[in-house]
C-alpha cells in the first residue's frame, strides 16, 4: 500500500509563509493525484485541492485559491502545498492523500499521518 508523510508544518505569525511536503518511499507520486486536506480542532475534516498527474489543479476550496499553490517535485518524489498570508483560521493537521482516479472523483485511498499547523501572534 501506498505510504505518505507529511512535513514542514509548525508554528508562523499570521501574514507569514509555509510550505509542506508530502513524499513516498514506498511509490512513485507523479503516478498518483494528490489531494490536500485540513482538520481543525473540533471541526470536520475539509478537503482544499488537489493535484493530478498531469498538473492539472482543481481547488475543493475557493476560499484558499489565492492563497494555496500545490507543485510536484518529481526529483525529489514529493508534492509541495505553498501557503501564503497565513491566517490564524488556517490552524489545523495539513494531511495529504493519494488516489489513481481524478480529481473530481476524490476516491483517496491513501494517507497521511499529517503536520500540524499552527498561526498565531
Known amino acids: 500500500q501506498l505510504q505518505l508523510a507529511e512535513s514542514g508544518g509548525g508554528w508562523v505569525p499570521p501574514g507569514e509563509s509555509l510550505t509542506l511536503s508530502c513524499s513516498s518511499t514506498?511509490?512513485?507520486?507523479?503516478?498518483?493525484?494528490i489531494g490536500w486536506f485540513r482538520q481543525a480542532p473540533g471541526k470536520e475534516r475539509e478537503a482544499l485541492l488537489c493535484?493530478?498527474?498531469?498538473?492539472?489543479?482543481?481547488y475543493y476550496n475557493p476560499f484558499v485559491k489565492n492563497r494555496f499553490t500545490p507543485a510536484r517535485d518529481n526529483a525529489m518524489n514529493m508534492v509541495t502545498l505553498r501557503m501564503n498570508s497565513l491566517r490564524p483560521e488556517d490552524t489545523a493537521v495539513y494531511s495529504c492523500?493519494?488516489?489513481?482516479?481524478?480529481?473530481?472523483?476524490?476516491?483517496?485511498?491513501?494517507w497521511g499521518q499529517g503536520t500540524q499547523v499552527s498561526v498565531s501572534s
Open positions: 493535484i493530478n498527474m498531469h498538473n492539472y489543479i482543481e
Open positions: 492523500a493519494a488516489t489513481k482516479g481524478s480529481c473530481i472523483a476524490r476516491d483517496f485511498t491513501s
Open positions: 514506498s511509490a512513485t507520486l507523479d503516478a498518483y493525484t
